[in-house]
């Protein structure tokens, strides 16, 4: 009994361990891996995704409107009281043929409860049956309609418009995941710069203090470096709470939910060693490629259709029907049985439409239309305009991040020089605590521009790639 107990026990925390696996599952990236994979997890790329299929089903809808369209149909009534027409009497001879039929069609009316008591001169008549069937088919054919010519010649620019959004949403996605992905390692490398230096000023105190207690240096140089610690400390718990909402802000821009955990794998510096590329100055490109300038385009177009449509809505429209169908009377339902008699009937139509006057209506609506299309080419030019001086910008942003991406890479190895020095000195008797809080100062603060100068390298090279749309985001290019 007890070996089954610790059996169950046993199965049991495995169960739980599996459980505890599933709940802590981690991810872990490079930088293309993680612009990869958040180009499909994304929820923004998702719902661009979603826009191209709904666009790839309008495309169908609207030629499917000049397409044969089939509708079919049943009716069946049943009178649960029929209604009564008033024939005039006049209208019968007095023939006693006659009269023996009004006689026999009085005792019906009676026995279905008709009231007699018609206007005088007036003989009151039920027709029809109590139930009836009805199915019909129709088949319906658009002969000629402008605006579905339109429609038609706008299905590729319709397509074309949820295609390029949907380049556009994967840009600013990978520009937003190499965003996040580089101020994780930005984070990452902080903490560890703090973790470092908060060491090396511990070990300064530590020996300052003992050297203090011996009586060969001041209460001043202690203390000066306790305020160095302290702010070392506030800086190093900044930076680890700055690390935990980086990673949050990753997770998001990969469409990972922020309770699960992600581990970038690349290097700070690694990356932007790998991201510092002076021949991406020299790239041109066709401002028609550049994907604002596609969307302006777009709108230019469907601007352009717009007009199209409304001159169409001017011309005949011109359709054509084929209706089939069977009826059956009864009164009873007997349209089940196989000696049900139904009567057949069949409908040829063409239908033509041809607008003559509207007031001026469609003229209105077609120069709103023609002024909307001037105003999507004004847009169109100034978005060149645009382009060109936003590609020129970034490209000046880039060179300004190489060069200072060098200069802060002279200045880290100066500043480490000059603080190491310091601390000689310091301890040696030259140098006054106040010199050596100075050095370390300026060498946290050659730490930080070194990092941010990585970090801009990497955001300002995806900035102009977006901007050209060179597509070097995927390992398939």
Same mark, same amino acid.
């Given at each position: 009994m007890k070996s089954r107990i610790l059996i169950l026990m046993m199965l049991a925390l495995n169960l739980q361990s599996f459980s505890q696996q599933d709940t802590i599952q981690t991810y872990q990236f490079s930088l293309m891996e993680a612009i990869e994979f958040g180009?499909?997890?994304?929820?923004?790329? !998702?719902? &661009?995704?979603? *826009?191209?299929?709904?666009?790839?089903?309008?495309?169908?809808?609207?030629?499917?409107?000049? /397409?044969? !369209?089939?509708? =079919?149909?049943?009716?069946?009534?049943? $009178?649960?009281?029929?209604?009564?027409?008033?024939?005039?009497?006049? #209208? %019968?001879?007095?023939?006693q043929s006659t009269v023996n039929i009004v006689e026999q069609y009085f005792d019906n009316v009676n026995r279905n409860d008709v009231p007699v008591n018609s206007p005088e001169g007036f003989i009151p008549v039920q027709f029809g049956t109590q139930q009836s069937v009805n199915a019909t088919a129709t088949w319906n054919q658009l002969i000629f309609d402008g605006s579905?010519?339109?429609g038609i010649q706008s299905v590729k620019t319709l397509l074309q418009i949820s295609k390029n959004a949907?380049?556009?949403?994967?840009?600013?996605i990978k520009k937003g995941i190499i965003n996040a992905y580089g101020n994780v390692l930005l984070a990452e490398e902080s903490v560890k710069i703090f973790e470092k230096n908060l060491g090396n000023v511990e070990k300064n105190f530590n020996d300052t203090q003992k050297i203090f207690e011996n009586g060969l240096t001041e209460q001043e140089d202690v203390e000066q470096l306790e305020i160095t610690k302290l702010n070392l400390e506030n800086d190093l718990a900044r930076s680890r709470r700055m690390l935990d909402i980086a990673y949050d802000?990753?997770?998001?821009?990969?469409?990972?939910?922020?309770?699960?955990?992600?581990? #970038?794998? *690349?290097?700070?510096n690694e990356l932007a060693l790998k991201y510092f590329d002076l021949s991406l100055l020299s790239e041109t490109i066709p401002v028609e490629e550049n994907i604002d300038y596609r969307i302006a385009k777009n709108t230019a177009e469907a601007a352009d259709i717009q007009v199209k449509l409304q001159?169409?809505?001017?011309?005949?429209?011109l359709s054509a029907f084929v209706n089939y169908g069977y009826q059956g009377f009864s009164n009873d339902f007997t349209f089940l049985n196989g000696n049900q008699e139904y009567f057949g009937q069949s409908i040829l139509g063409v239908s033509l439409n041809i607008p003559i006057f509207s007031s001026g209506m469609r003229s209105a609506k077609t120069q709103q239309r023609k002024l909307e299309y001037e105003q999507a080419m004004l847009d169109l030019e100034q978005t060149e305009s645009q382009v060109k001086s *936003?590609?020129?910008?970034?490209?000046?942003?880039?060179? %300004?991040?190489?060069?200072? $991406?060098?200069?802060a890479t002279k200045n880290l190895e100066l500043a480490e020089r000059i603080e190491n020095k310091n601390q000689i000195k310091f301890f040696e008797g030259i140098a006054s605590s106040f010199e050596l809080s100075e050095a370390q100062r300026q060498l946290?603060? #050659?730490?930080?521009?070194? /990092?941010? =100068?990585?970090?801009?390298?990497?955001? &300002?090279?995806?900035?102009?790639?977006n901007l050209l749309d060179t597509r070097t985001y995927t390992s398939d290019n």
């Open positions: 180009l499909e997890n994304n929820y923004q790329s !998702q719902i &661009a995704q979603k *826009d191209v299929e709904i666009a790839l089903q309008q495309k169908w809808e609207i030629i499917a409107q000049g /397409l044969p !369209q089939i509708s =079919a149909g049943i009716d069946y009534q049943n $009178y649960l009281k029929q209604p009564v027409t008033l024939l005039p009497a006049s #209208a %019968f001879d007095n023939t579905y010519i339109v949907k380049t556009k949403t994967d840009l600013e802000m990753l997770n998001i821009s990969l469409g990972i939910p922020v309770e699960k955990k992600v581990v #970038a794998t *690349d290097d700070l001159q169409a809505k001017a011309l005949p429209t *936003d590609i020129n910008s970034a490209k000046s942003e880039y060179q %300004f991040s190489l060069d200072n $991406y060098k200069n946290y603060t #050659a730490q930080q521009n070194y /990092l941010q =100068a990585m970090l801009q390298v990497i955001t &300002a090279k995806v900035e102009l790639e």
